[in-house]
């Protein structure tokens, strides 16, 4: 077992910070390496297979699908903002990070989640419109849109996290060296911090209201135009397919809000009832588990991508 080194001084700029995984689990960490490490195998492979499907296949050059391609680019960029830096310290024990790349981690980290919710509620749009508007859905969304969409999402996540980093930059004393966690998260590197935190703490509390909050009742308007549409259609079987085309971003809206949303409320008002190492274990799970489970969800229940993964095996397999 790998003994963590303690720093009781002040440090001026450290030139690393030293991170120890999930407290009070020892060794027992090398065993979560058997879990993390094939959802993030699976993100790489389940990412990078529906980027290549939907780049060959020029009918899937739709909005929809470039939504869908959008989400998958996204989740594997927060997967390897994260997945390594756990598993080196999961398998090997407490690792350094230099101070710069802990910032920059912090950064891409919480940009790429704030893009991954705002490219769920652009989809929730987009299924709202194919819903309500099918007549006019080829006017109202477009490839143009998209991409417009997609850059504006991108510049909002950048102008709104960028702050996170240079806020922890301007303090120039540290109370320790070692974070308590995986990865450089913001919260746990400021606990850190000699000083006045609180336009940190403030900061980091409105952004999360904002982003998440904004986009979750926006995903929220969306289904309820879509409910409205929806239970107006006249027979059963017109209600279960308007309702079938919706499945897929549902499952994959639960599998990134349900562990980001208990994770959120078990840092800000459970720290005192749920041990520590509850909330970090989740809050990996939070990063890695969407990324690792979005591809399953859409290339099982999506036809047009099942049926192009289909034929590209079976055209493998007759290969040989």
Not at 38 to 43: E, V, W
Request: net charge positive; proline share 6%.
């Amino acid at each position: 077992m790998v003994e963590t080194p303690q720093y009781n001084s002040t440090f001026l700029y450290p030139t690393f910070f030293l991170l120890t995984g999930i407290p009070g689990l020892g060794g027992a960490q090398t065993w979560l390496t058997m879990v993390f490490g094939p959802m993030y195998l699976l993100a790489l492979l389940g990412n990078g297979a529906l980027l290549a499907v939907i780049q060959i296949d020029s009918t899937l050059h739709q909005p929809m699908f470039l939504l869908l391609a959008t989400l998958a680019a996204t989740d594997l960029g927060l997967a390897t903002s994260i997945a390594p830096s756990l598993l080196a310290v999961l398998w090997f024990g407490p690792q350094p990070v230099p101070y710069t790349a802990c910032l920059v981690q912090m950064f891409f980290v919480h940009a790429l989640t704030a893009v991954e919710s705002g490219v769920l509620l652009a989809m929730a749009c987009d299924r709202a419109v194919a819903v309500g508007r099918p007549l006019h859905y080829s006017i109202l969304v477009t490839k143009a849109r998209v991409g417009y969409a997609a850059l504006a999402l991108v510049l909002k996540a950048v102008a709104i996290v960028v702050p996170f980093p240079l806020l922890v930059a301007q303090f120039e004393h540290f109370h320790a060296k070692t974070i308590h966690h995986a990865y450089c998260a913001h919260m746990a590197v400021v606990e850190l911090v000699v000083g006045n935190t609180r336009v940190n703490n403030l900061y980091g509390l409105a952004l999360s209201l904002a982003v998440s909050g904004v986009d979750i009742l926006g995903i929220s308007g969306s289904y309820g135009l879509i409910a409205h549409t929806v239970l107006r259609l006249p027979t059963r079987e017109a209600r279960a397919k308007a309702f079938g085309t919706c499945s897929s971003h549902i499952c994959v809206i639960l599998a990134f809000y349900v562990p980001g949303l208990f994770s959120y409320l078990t840092h800000r008002f459970g720290h005192h009832t749920v041990p520590k190492p509850v909330h970090i274990l989740f809050s990996n799970i939070y990063l890695l588990l969407p990324p690792a489970l979005n591809p399953l969800i859409y290339g099982a229940r999506t036809k047009q991508i099942r049926d192009r993964l289909l034929e590209t095996f079976a055209f493998k397999k007759s290969q040989f």
